[in-house]
């Protein structure tokens, strides 16, 4: 089959109907969350009774352990409350503000547990005596008033100082981060106690950076003392984090010597650059003549040297050379004709792979390379936080910082999800059901969503046998790590969102291999074979989600090569709609981590590249309002009803992906994302007959095919994905009904359970992209599927696009 190029509707005239969109809400009720509210208030009311002797005894003591010396002038209590069913922010953030002087700061647990700061102690005093009075009606049989809003809370606590210190001063390392609470309607309150820590800070000679941007301060080298009298005393802190991070694992892999064979042919090419987070690049390996000569940017010495790993064989050299060279180099072992597909910028953050960074220098370094290379819209980050999520944890404060560079920069960031190490010690051999256990979440920041998150498959790029423990190739390694969000503990099986997961794909990382018949290790048959940053020692056997991410990267470069003017959520959605889950079968047992584990599956190099003359992938880019809802006809050729085809069912596969892109919001894990936007494809209707609920008129073309997200819970919402895939086989039937026309419809809206309501001038249209692919599925292909679907549709060839848009260019 001959490779082709993608084609790009004409959004302008493709467009046949933009419209107000009417949600058929029905009874909005609990939405299906698991509320367990009991009716036996006895035991709830022994709980809160047990909670608020616990609250009064916890309250003295935090002033009994404050450093009076210190003379912080505002003294804020924090109350955690944790509710029977997700906490209706629109509704009730007044209520508890204006009757018990609680001002919502931050809420967990997609909005099942909240953080209040008590800044009206006289109308605490309410909440208190609701309490009190709801005990006794129930336990003491005292018949007296309190508010029924007590009955919707599950247990409540005050915020202790060992709550807001999140390790043990014994892993204290060199740099701490203290995320601060933000009052919003309390300002002041907040900037008085933060005048008063800076000048705690500088009379001690504590070195501290202060970022406003994201609200946090980073210590360094703080003593044990200094850090506890901090979170006792200063009462603007939510969190006191101190979390080491790690590139590569220390292995027993034998390495393999030559001195470098070959040498990169184009290095002269106008290739796309991409930035590499990591350990360096040696400017004495292969990689010298595509690496650009900027010593700039560094954290920890020189970025163009890398001593990383294992007889400083190098980490960023590897992942830069997987970036460069891709699989078929590396797969060819670096022989014959070599041509990169990117140039390198190495970015430093680390000279040994291990340690503590700065994050709040690495994002301030992230934006001058985006000022001073502007251009540069790839990154690979392959470092992340040695400790796991725990399950449904709150996005942290760097991964807020890094999807919201992302959104501000044009930037897509390939980050992986970390690797499992204890996965050798804890398996003898390949068992999926592993991935139950919570210790094999993600790390930050791999919890990020509009950047792209890679994990590994097992395969190592080598052909013939494959030597790894996995059940094949595409299968994930075990030391790959899984998403750590599961809906299923908050929300029952009606209500969820199929979309909302981690990672985004697999690819290749290599794999752990049999020691012998009951021991895992790591073995050079089936890791990867990749570039050392040493000229001497040419190649080292390697695996990890390091390297997958990397790979990655290469095929977006290569998409950008080839269609430089698509956006980056264009290619995202095209490497995800490309993506396969066909090779992996999990049993059973274990299905239900299928997507948490794989993501959209292994990556597919070729489908996300090109089309050709049986398979047609269409890319639209448009941007859509705040409550809108628009159409897009897509039209098929005569043909597939006309001639014989060999069959009648299953003629056409379609696959579609959306993806866009949004300004994180903070302290709302279930509004992190606010935008809800959702796509199916439809019958041949109207957009106002397509809004009709299914018993007044049926628009969908499958009974399972709805549209790729719900917006219909309001008061308590799903959290909402931006990157959703849905598919649909097509028979021929479904095109002499609809006339050989499918509606593609779109609508999007913002949430209401917004903290503190929407910040000011958050955007109202949203940019966004789908990638559509329709294939032939019959066993004789005709091979004109691609120029009829050209013809009668509002499209162009990309190339040719893009061909038309440099002349413009030329002529401004």
Excluded at 241 to 252: E, K, Q
Aim: aromatic letters at 10%; proline letters at 3%.
């Amino acid at each position: 089959m001959s490779k082709k190029s993608h084609l790009k509707f004409l959004s302008e005239k493709q467009l046949s109907e933009i419209a107000d969109f009417k949600y058929n809400y029905g009874f909005d009720g609990n939405n299906g969350e698991k509320e367990n509210t009991s009716k036996n208030y006895f035991m709830l009311a022994s709980v809160l009774r047990s909670n608020l002797r616990k609250f009064e005894r916890d309250i003295i003591r935090k002033y009994e352990e404050r450093d009076h010396k210190l003379e912080v002038p505002i003294d804020i209590d924090y109350v955690e409350i944790s509710f029977q069913g997700l906490f209706e922010i629109k509704k009730y953030f007044s209520v508890y503000y204006n009757d018990y002087g609680l001002e919502g700061v931050a809420f967990y647990d997609f909005a099942k547990r909240g953080l209040f700061a008590v800044v009206n102690k006289e109308k605490f005093q309410n909440f208190i005596n609701d309490i009190i009075n709801f005990t006794q009606n129930e336990i003491d049989k005292k018949f007296v008033k309190y508010s029924a809003n007590i009955k919707y809370i599950s247990n409540f606590k005050l915020l202790r100082a060992r709550d807001i210190l999140k390790f043990s001063m014994e892993h204290l390392g060199e740099i701490v981060y203290l995320s601060l609470i933000d009052l919003p309607l309390d300002s002041k309150l907040k900037y008085g106690i933060l005048d008063n820590l800076f000048n705690y800070l500088n009379k001690n000679n504590i070195h501290y950076y202060y970022n406003v941007e994201s609200d946090r301060i980073e210590l360094h080298d703080i003593t044990p003392d200094q850090i506890q009298k901090i979170v006792s005393n200063f009462d603007i802190i939510e969190s006191a984090t101190c979390s080491a991070f790690t590139t590569v694992r220390p292995g027993g892999f034998n390495t393999v010597r030559r001195e470098f064979g070959f040498e990169i042919s184009n290095a002269e090419e106008d290739l796309p650059v991409v930035g590499i987070i990591d350990t360096g690049i040696s400017q004495d390996s292969a990689l010298a003549t595509i690496l650009l000569n900027d010593a700039t940017f560094t954290l920890a010495g020189s970025p163009l040297v890398d001593q990383a790993g294992r007889r400083g064989l190098g980490h960023g050299t590897a992942v830069g050379g997987l970036v460069a060279l891709g699989k078929l180099n590396h797969r060819n072992n670096f022989e014959g004709e070599i041509k990169a597909d990117a140039k390198l910028l190495s970015i430093k953050i680390s000279d040994s792979g291990n340690g503590f960074i700065s994050e709040l220098k690495l994002l301030e370094m992230l934006y001058s390379v985006k000022s001073k290379y502007p251009y540069i819209r790839l990154f690979t980050l392959t470092t992340c936080y040695s400790c796991h999520m725990s399950t449904n944890e709150a996005f942290s404060d760097y991964t807020y910082a890094l999807d919201k560079f992302a959104y501000e920069t044009n930037s897509l960031i390939f980050i992986c999800t970390g690797n499992n190490e204890d996965c050798i010690a804890e398996n003898t051999n390949y068992d999926l059901d592993y991935f139950n256990n919570e210790h094999t979440n993600l790390s930050t920041p791999a919890d990020s969503l509009n950047n792209f998150v890679v994990g590994a498959s097992a395969d190592n790029l080598k052909d013939g046998a494959f030597l790894g423990i996995a059940s094949g190739r595409e299968f994930p390694a075990l030391y790959t790590r899984k998403g750590h969000v599961d809906l299923s503990a908050i929300y029952n099986l009606k209500k969820n969102n199929q979309n909302y997961f981690r990672p985004d794909v697999i690819e290749s990382g290599g794999d752990i291999g049999y020691y012998d018949e009951n021991t895992l290790d790591w073995l050079d048959e089936p890791a990867l074979t990749l570039l050392s940053a040493k000229s001497n020692i040419g190649v080292m056997q390697e695996v990890g989600t390091s390297f997958a991410a990397p790979l990655t990267a290469n095929l977006a470069a290569r998409l950008i090569k080839n269609y430089p003017h698509l956006t980056n959520e264009s290619i995202k959605a095209l490497i995800i709609n490309g993506a396969s889950l066909n090779y992996i079968q999990f049993d059973n047992g274990v299905s239900k981590l299928l997507n948490r584990v794989v993501g959209h599956g292994v990556v597919n190099e070729l489908r996300s590249l090109y089309s050709d003359e049986n398979s047609a992938t269409l890319i639209l880019e448009d941007i859509i309002s705040h409550g809108k809802i628009k159409i897009y006809p897509i039209n098929f050729p005569d043909y597939l009803i006309s001639e014989e085809l060999g069959k009648k069912s299953g003629i056409l596969k379609i696959t579609a992906t959306l993806c866009f892109k949004f300004l994180p919001i903070k302290n709302n894990q279930l509004s992190y994302n606010p935008i809800h936007m959702a796509f199916s494809i439809f019958k041949n209707q109207t957009a106002d007959d397509i809004m009709k609920p299914d018993n007044v008129l049926k628009s969908k073309l499958r009974n399972n095919l709805s549209w790729s997200e719900n917006g219909r819970f309001v008061s308590k919402p799903l959290p909402y994905s931006n990157s959703q895939k849905i598919s649909l086989s097509v028979n021929v039937t479904d095109l002499k009904k609809e006339e050989s026309t499918f509606k593609l419809a779109i609508h999007a809206k913002l949430s209401e359970q917004i903290v503190g309501s929407l910040p000011e001038n958050y955007p109202t249209e949203f940019p966004f992209s789908l990638v559509l692919t329709i294939e032939e599925t019959i066993k004789d292909s005709k091979g004109k599927l691609y120029d009829e679907i050209q013809l009668i549709n509002d499209v162009v060839v990309i190339n040719d696009l893009d061909t038309i848009l440099e002349a413009d260019d030329l002529n401004v």
